[in-house]
């Protein structure tokens, strides 16, 4: 039973380049959530997906991010025209969406550096 | 807005003794479900413990209690028999779950660091 798989597990863009965060979630889970850690904080709210829905992206900064959840495929975090500020680890998590406990299962995080 | 306050950047115990990590929330939510969550090192998020805002008794798994104080909006962690292998951080988290979204809020965590 694989839980919430990210990839990559690190990449590192050049300022200006385009990044792309998968993200594959538990089997039979269909609510996606991304959060971003900045070094030595707690993690932040980004993004709350469904099947081919966004459903609260109020942490989402307004221009170079997006998130989209396919009907196939895994959810990807897309971030333009990188910046150094975008250095970052950005963690996934998924769920049942029912508020059951055990739904809400985080995968290890992609940690993005700017150069 | 809801918040979570942890208070202690860092805490010191020793080996086998328990120690207590804070946590104070902030919502008007009646009902509204607490985490706590250890990453280590290595970085990822793995969770501790739960408590739903209508349990009755305090959630307990294994070596980890939440003492959970509902008047006072507190949920602090307890290790018990604390091991080398403690040592990490820690983050309480408030489940906010309401119609248009579904949300974790995080508090800035502490570090704890176990020593021999």
């Known amino acids: 039973n694989a839980g919430v798989m990210q990839n990559p597990r690190h990449l590192v863009r050049r300022r200006g380049q385009e990044a792309r965060l998968r993200c594959s979630p538990m089997k039979g889970h269909s609510h996606v959530y991304w959060y971003r850690q900045l070094p030595e904080e707690g993690l932040k709210f980004m993004v709350y997906l469904q099947k081919e829905n966004i459903i609260d992206e109020s942490g989402m900064p307004k221009e170079r991010f997006s998130a989209e959840f396919p009907k196939e495929g895994p959810s990807i975090l897309r971030i333009q025209q990188v910046v150094r500020g975008d250095s970052a680890a950005y963690f996934c998590?998924?769920?049942?969406?029912?508020?059951?406990?055990?739904?809400?299962?985080f995968g290890s995080g992609t940690r993005l550096t700017v150069v | 807005a809801q918040k979570i306050t942890q208070t202690q950047p860092g805490m010191f115990v020793q080996e086998k003794e328990a120690v207590t990590l804070d946590c104070t929330y902030d919502?008007?939510?009646?009902?509204?479900?607490l985490f706590w969550y250890k990453q280590p090192s290595s970085g990822e998020m793995i969770f501790l413990i739960y408590?739903?805002?209508?349990?009755?008794q305090n959630a307990t798994e294994g070596r980890y209690s939440l003492n959970f104080q509902k008047a006072r909006k507190s949920a602090n962690l307890v290790i018990s028999a604390s091991q080398l292998g403690d040592s990490a951080m820690y983050f309480c988290a408030m489940r906010e779950m309401r119609q248009g979204t579904d949300k974790l809020i995080f508090g800035t965590g502490t570090r704890l660091q176990v020593f021999p």
């Open positions: 998590a998924s769920s049942l969406g029912t508020g059951s406990i055990d739904g809400y299962t």
């Open positions: 919502t008007s939510d009646q009902s509204y479900g």
């Open positions: 408590q739903g805002s209508y349990d009755e």
